[in-house]
């Protein structure tokens, strides 16, 4: 027999999220402050936006000059990936409509992997745990804009070094079993080595993007070797 598992459940069981998310939106905060971003600004894409990798991708185009459009077009391709996890989490869940809504604005590659398979999910204990995991990443980003503004420039620049090596262990752990997807960095790597002379950091971005996402459609196939 399932049990009914409570927002308070949701709230107790986000704790392994918070602690990932928590230092991450800490870097994310004081990477932002040393850049030269408003602090309103950073508190505002981690409100609105909520998505790691595209605020730390607005933080190194903002540095680099990017126009604002450029920015946006580059942000909304690598946030395409949420339709396709919203469309997967709510085939695989049997929320109400309401819940279905309201759970479809704190769905996250965490918390998507986190309760997407899990076979008895209800709404409140899924809005206890997404709602969490959301205030862990704001209060977070609120904690780096505080130590933004006291830490030396060297610790920040060490921050940047540790997400990028972040993303890059992310990479190479999803590419297990898959080594065809191997496909996906190169090209994309290729395609922005080349690009780059010709078009804005902003564009070459956006299509190297796009390159590695046509990669792995057309060369993934069977994913498993």
Not at 13 to 32: C, E, H, K, L, W
Not at 50 to 58: D, E, I, L, R
Not at 79 to 84: E, I, K
């Given at each position: 027999m399932s049990i009914e598992r409570s927002f308070h459940d949701g709230v107790k069981?986000?704790?392994?999220?918070?602690?990932?998310?928590?230092?991450?939106?800490?870097?994310?905060?004081?990477?932002?402050i040393q850049a030269g971003i408003p602090a309103w600004v950073i508190i505002s894409m981690s409100i609105f936006i909520?998505?790691?990798?595209?605020?730390?991708?607005?933080i190194n185009l903002f540095t680099i000059g990017t126009s604002p459009w450029e920015m946006?077009?580059?942000?909304?391709?690598?946030?395409?990936?949420?339709?396709?996890?919203?469309?997967?989490?709510?085939?695989?869940?049997t929320l109400t409509q309401t819940d279905r809504v309201i759970t479809s604005l704190g769905l996250t590659d965490e918390t998507f992997a986190f309760l997407s398979l899990d076979q008895n999910l209800n709404g409140p204990y899924a809005k206890g745990v997404m709602l969490a995991s959301y205030l862990s990443w704001v209060l977070g980003a609120v904690a780096g804009i505080v130590f933004g503004n006291?830490?030396?420039?060297?610790?920040?620049?060490?921050?940047e070094i540790a997400i990028y090596t972040l993303f890059i262990?992310?990479?190479v752990s999803s590419l297990k079993g898959t080594r065809k997807l191997f496909y996906v960095p190169v090209v994309s790597m290729l395609t922005n080595i080349i690009i780059t002379p010709v078009l804005s950091s902003g564009l070459s971005i956006l299509v190297s993007i796009l390159a590695g996402a046509m990669a792995g459609t057309l060369w993934g196939g069977d994913q498993h070797e």
């Open positions: 069981n986000s704790f392994p999220i918070m602690t990932g998310y928590v230092p991450i939106a800490m870097a994310y905060g004081v990477i932002g909520y998505a790691g990798a595209s605020q730390f991708m607005a946006a077009m580059a942000i909304g391709v690598l946030n395409l990936r949420h339709v396709v996890m919203g469309l997967s989490f709510q085939n695989r869940t006291i830490l030396p420039s060297i610790l920040s620049q060490g921050l262990t992310l990479l």
